[in-house]
């Protein structure tokens, strides 16, 4: 099967036609994706790594303060436990007819990238949804927990933020809940479309919207996502090294293959990876707003 990168005049593509798909691919899940602006990613860590293994350290003692020295020892063996998950594949296929790609190199004419496109955005959705929700093939139990699901603090004291009022007092409530595991500004906050728009509106007696206010108090950016249903939103710390990210064994990429019988174009358009969560009070979910 030959990558993009490695198409040469003997393949079914040329060269210029195989760049155009790549790129296609390329700004089209990035320009689709909310949760990795969200997180670090680690790797790419290479295309035959299909599991990874992290150790999670468990709580220490809190220090001591002493006038004498040396002081009463505050001592903690070293306790890791050690997880392995395997790394999952998310991918779409897509098939360029054999006249439309001899046409295309005769004539000079660009192909038709619609398709492209949209297995693109179905990709960049899947992976969205992954990271911020996680993966549950039963519909009820999630292998894989994303940042929503894995949250370690909840805001669900019910304030709609239909009613304009409850939009701050949630906020601050999450903020609450983040400061008091000591976790500090900058957040960001992704919202469902729904309570964005709401978030839109000025607050009373002002002309200060509430999205102004909430990223003046939050220190950070403010997200859209599809992933997140209508009434939930997340606020997450901004600088999470080491609490959460996304580790890729291969970045977004395709390859594509001559299908023997027609002479048509088989491709493939896919990514490898899952989000990890070490600390999970570094996130809040809004799971009733």
Not at 2 to 12: E, I, N, S
């Amino acid at each position: 099967m030959r990558k993009l990168r490695f198409v040469g005049v003997d393949a079914p593509l040329i060269t210029e036609q195989g760049l155009k798909i790549r790129d296609r691919i390329v700004v089209g899940i990035r320009d689709n994706l909310v949760a990795r602006k969200l997180c670090p990613l680690a790797g790419p860590l290479g295309p035959g790594v299909q599991t990874f293994g992290y150790d999670k350290l468990t709580e220490v003692s809190d220090a001591r303060l002493d006038f004498g020295w040396p002081g009463a020892e505050s001592l903690d063996i070293v306790n890791l436990a050690r997880e392995t998950v395997p790394i999952p594949n998310l991918h779409a296929e897509f098939e360029i007819n054999k006249l439309d790609l001899l046409s295309s190199q005769m004539t000079g004419q660009p192909l038709n990238y619609s398709v492209i496109d949209s297995k693109t955005y179905k990709v960049a959705l899947l992976e969205d949804q992954l990271l911020m929700m996680g993966w549950k093939p039963d519909g009820t139990n999630y292998i894989i927990s994303g940042f929503y699901t894995a949250a370690g603090n909840d805001e669900n004291t019910g304030l709609d933020w239909g009613t304009k009022a409850n939009i701050e007092t949630s906020m601050v409530n999450a903020l609450g809940l983040m400061l008091a595991d000591k976790m500090h500004p900058p957040f960001d906050l992704t919202l469902n479309g729904i309570q964005y728009a709401q978030a839109a509106a000025l607050i009373a007696n002002s002309s200060q919207s509430y999205l102004s206010y909430i990223k003046e108090v939050i220190k950070g950016e403010i997200y859209i996502s599809p992933s997140l249903v209508a009434g939930t939103g997340l606020l997450s710390k901004k600088n999470n090294l080491g609490m959460f990210e996304y580790v890729l064994a291969e970045d977004v990429t395709s390859y594509t293959e001559p299908v023997p019988r027609s002479g048509n174009l088989f491709g493939k358009i896919y990514v490898r990876g899952l989000p990890i969560i070490y600390e999970s009070k570094a996130l809040c979910k809004l799971s009733n707003i």
